[in-house]
């Protein structure tokens, strides 16, 4: 009798898959500083500006694909709302005020590649948005205690069209693990996530080499 393998689903796959670079990214100097709170707002933002280049690439990428595997939900959009805190942190004039940072400009354009493939913008996608729905609730609480936020300069971290994040959490794991990729495929969105945390991860990298002393 033939046994056929049972196909881990690419959500799960990418949770184990990423499990190092994930840590490793999560443990960097900037992000342990400035959640403990030895750091100061000026931090924040700079690292708000540097969200604001990221995630303008991802969602152009995303606008941009011919099939979108149905990961694209305008509820997780973010732009709007890092300009919205940007305007908060800097000022009026916070266009003419922020820096990109050349790891920053490494992983934009690199996602400026993810909207020929949706295997990779899903990647990206994936690393991005349910960090941001998960370990993101978690900044913005050590935010809001450690250097006095209220709802303004955090707006990074609402999500007012989602109104429970596990359930739409679970509905976004189904999407991934029903895009129809084959084995190779597969391994490719999971190899591309990991480049994912590795370039997130260089630019934690460039933030504390400008932030913490």
Known sequence: MTVTAV???LSSALREGTRHEHETAERSGFVEELLSGRLDRAAYADLAAQQLAVYTALEAAGSRLTDDGDLVFHELTRVPAIEQDLAYL???????????L????????????????????AAHAYTRYLGDLSGGQ????????????????????DFPEIHKLKPFKDVYRERL?????????????????????RLNA???GELGAAHVR
């Open 138 to 157: 978690i900044i913005k609480r050590m935010l809001q205690r450690h250097y006095g936020f209220t709802s303004e300069g955090i707006a990074f971290y």
């Open 202 to 204: 260089d630019v934690f």
């Open 90 to 100: 800097y000022g009026a004039d916070w266009s003419a005020r922020i820096r990109i």
């Open 177 to 197: 693990d029903a895009l129809p990729l084959d084995a190779q495929a597969r391994a490719d969105v999971v190899a591309e996530a990991c480049l994912a945390f």
């Open 7 to 9: 196909q881990v689903p």
């Open 102 to 121: 050349p790891a920053t400009q490494v992983y934009v354009d690199r996602l400026a590649q993810a909207a020929d493939s949706l295997p990779r913008y």
